[in-house]
């Protein structure tokens, strides 16, 4: 699995002109599933998004979690992380996971965040999304539950 942290100050999605979720302040998380992952990836990634600590602590410091500040988590699924564009013009996505089981793994990593006490919003799989945030810093990481980078 491979996400996109983004410590933001707030975040929302919408779909055909509605929002379907919003947060405050938190992290927004761009979620891809690739084909061979499994439930260990969803739980490396899980303890990472909540234990990562990148919010600032009295002095400034990056030394505190979402979990540690209170904050929520906006997940939206993004197969295009698992986008390879090293050949041609147009990405290839084989490596991404078939939709079922990106939603499947999708809906465990927000329901695993969930059993931690962390307040969740989300997108809807497969839709077409409009997503905003205030990225605080800017602050962001990439997590890969292969540890490819």
Known sequence: MR????RVSEAAVVVDEQTVGAI????LVLLGVGR????S???YLVRKTAGLRIFEDEQGRM???VSDIGGAVLVVSQFTLYGDCR???RPGFSDAAPPQRADCLYRHYVTQLQALGLTVATGVFQADMKVSLVNDGPVTFLLDSKREF
């Open 63 to 65: 030394n505190r979690s």
């Open 87 to 89: 050949k041609g013009r």
């Open 36 to 39: 061979e992952d499994d439930e």
């Open 3 to 6: 996400a996109v942290l983004q």
């Open 24 to 27: 405050g302040r938190g992290l």
């Open 41 to 43: 990836d969803v739980r």
